[in-house]
Nanobody
Framework: QVQLVESGGGQVQPGGSLRLSCVVS????????MGWFRQAPGKARQFVAA????????PYADSVKGRFRISKDNFKNTVYLQMDNLKPDDTGDYFC?????????????????WGQGTRVTVSS
């Protein structure tokens, strides 16, 4: 059984930082691209960042470039999202996703497995 379990969400003031973690089990982690998506209240799920399976490249959404950093630890079966200089627009539920042999697609329908999400609230 494949499981993706996110943690690390919470409430933070604008300009603050959080690090999200996603622990994966039930699949061969090295064979998967890993990604993060987010969904704000009343809005569609949107791509945030990914680590491609093939070459480890890391595409980012324009809105988070220079502030967020994704990393993948193949020994711990964990993917991280370091989020710095957070803004109110970063508020939402953050979801971890996995795609077999994936290249880090920005389309949510091209990912195979999803976690349940962790909530991030950026507010003063």
């Amino acid at each position: 059984q494949v499981q993706l379990v996110e943690s690390g969400g919470g409430q933070v003031q604008p300009g603050g930082s959080l690090r999200l973690s996603c622990v994966v089990s039930g699949l061969r982690f090295r064979d998967y691209a890993m990604g993060w998506f987010r969904q704000a209240p009343g809005k569609a799920r949107q791509f945030v960042a990914a680590v491609a399976w093939s070459d480890g490249s890391t595409p980012y959404a324009d809105s988070v470039k220079g502030r967020f950093r994704i990393s993948k630890d193949n020994f711990k079966n964990t993917v991280y999202l370091q989020m710095d200089n957070l803004k109110p627009d970063d508020t939402g539920d953050y979801f971890c996703a996995a795609a077999i042999n994936g290249f880090g697609s920005r389309r949510s329908d091209e990912w195979d497995y999803w976690g349940q999400g962790t909530r991030v609230t950026v507010s003063s």
